[in-house]
Nanobody, 119 residues
Framework: VQLQASGGGLVQAGGSLRLSCAASGRTFNRGNTGWFRQTPGKEREFVAA???????YYADSVKGRFTISKDGAKNTVYLRMNSLKPEDTAVYFC??????????????WGQGTQVTVSS
């Protein structure tokens, strides 16, 4: 499976972005597909995940602001990010075939897309 993350960019605080994670080679039908983020000097942290049946999980820090969804026909998982804050600034990675927030359980990773939120 190859994952291609896109949609990052520069946005003002309070703004919105939608990240996309497109899979090639297979569908998102095993385990969870998740989004994680990382800033320099910090460990990669869980953001959100969606199961093959559509169940969703969110980190407390993004609950109510971010929405994860998937389009099976396009083999793509999305992360809609609203009410962005400067502390959301990070490189965002998508990952597949894992379980919930357990980073080490994910087998496949995309290349990351930079999200920068200005104050």
């Amino acid at each position: 499976v190859q994952l291609q993350a896109s949609g990052g960019g520069l946005v003002q605080a309070g703004g919105s972005l939608r990240l996309s994670c497109a899979a090639s080679g297979r569908t998102f039908n095993r385990g969870n597909t998740g989004w994680f983020r990382q800033t320099p000097g910090k460990e990669r942290e869980f953001v959100a995940a969606i199961g093959s049946g559509g169940y969703t999980y969110y980190a407390d820090s993004v609950k109510g602001r971010f929405t994860i969804s998937k389009d099976g026909a396009k083999n793509t998982v999305y992360l809609r990010m609203n009410s962005l804050k400067p502390e959301d600034t990070a490189v965002y990675f998508c990952a597949a075939d894992g379980y919930g927030s357990n980073l080490s359980s994910y087998d496949y990773w995309g290349q990351g897309t930079q999200v920068t939120v200005s104050s």
